[in-house]
């Protein structure tokens, strides 16, 4: 069953700390691995995007891997700041160019 | 170049109305999704569309929900007799191509 699984469920850090967000999954076959970034209220906006080939993309502060080996991914956010927070989904393409499987994503605070 | 917009924003129907949920995609895209999310959960697809045509409606419940996406106007989320478990964020998005980009949302309370 093609699965996106995310950890943790939610994170509270303090600004200005790092942290990174895991992703497992289990699609295939495997087309491509999106992250994105939703705020409370809002719809979600995409971060980074990496295909089979790519194993590392950085957006600003974020920067997402890839191990198509394993099927995991992780989002890192360096020098985190009180807009960081949200709701970051990670999504995975498999087969068809539409359908994608989304994580539950993981809750992330940024306290000051 | 607005971005996709949906309205209404908020929607309140008691059970057994309809409701119509309506998202205009950003310009010169042609693929307009449809994706409910239930609270502290991911999105779930539920229609894609390109102009008046449905692509693949196979995460929309047989009954009571129909989508269209017609040549001229927005695209049409609709949902005839309106239960307690329809409430959720419905999200629509369009895309160019493969990149979806996302509306605001519709959030639906059945009362």
């Known amino acids: 069953k093609n699965q996106v699984e995310q950890s943790p469920q939610s994170l509270i850090i303090l600004e200005g700390k790092n942290c990174t967000l895991q992703?497992?999954?289990?699609?295939?076959?495997?087309?491509?691995l999106r992250w994105y970034k939703q705020d409370t209220g809002r719809g979600p906006v995409s971060l980074t995007i990496?295909?089979?080939s790519e194993n590392t993309k950085s957006n600003g502060r974020y920067t997402a891997t890839l191990d198509a080996d394993t099927k995991q991914s992780s989002l890192h956010i360096t020098a985190s700041q009180l807009s960081d927070s949200a709701s970051y989904i990670c999504v995975v393409e498999g087969d068809s160019n539409y359908q994608l499987i989304w994580g539950a994503g993981t809750k992330l605070i940024i306290k000051p | 170049n607005a971005g996709v917009m949906q309205n209404p924003r908020h929607l309140v129907r008691r059970r057994g109305q309809e409701a119509r949920l309506r998202c205009s995609p950003m310009?010169?895209?042609?693929?307009v999704y449809w994706y409910r999310q239930l609270p502290e959960e991911g999105l779930k697809f539920m229609v894609y569309?390109?102009?008046?045509?449905?692509?693949?409606e196979s995460g929309m419940p047989k009954e009571r929900f129909s989508a269209e996406f017609p040549k001229e106007g927005p695209s049409i989320l609709r949902i005839q007799q309106v239960v307690r478990g329809d409430s959720a964020a419905y999200f629509c998005a369009s895309s160019p191509r493969d990149i979806q980009y996302f509306g605001a949302g519709t959030r639906l309370s059945v009362l």
């Open positions: 310009k010169g895209h042609s693929h």
């Open positions: 992703c497992n999954y289990t699609v295939s076959p495997f087309s491509n």
């Open positions: 569309l390109q102009k008046e045509n449905i692509i693949d």
């Open positions: 990496m295909t089979f």
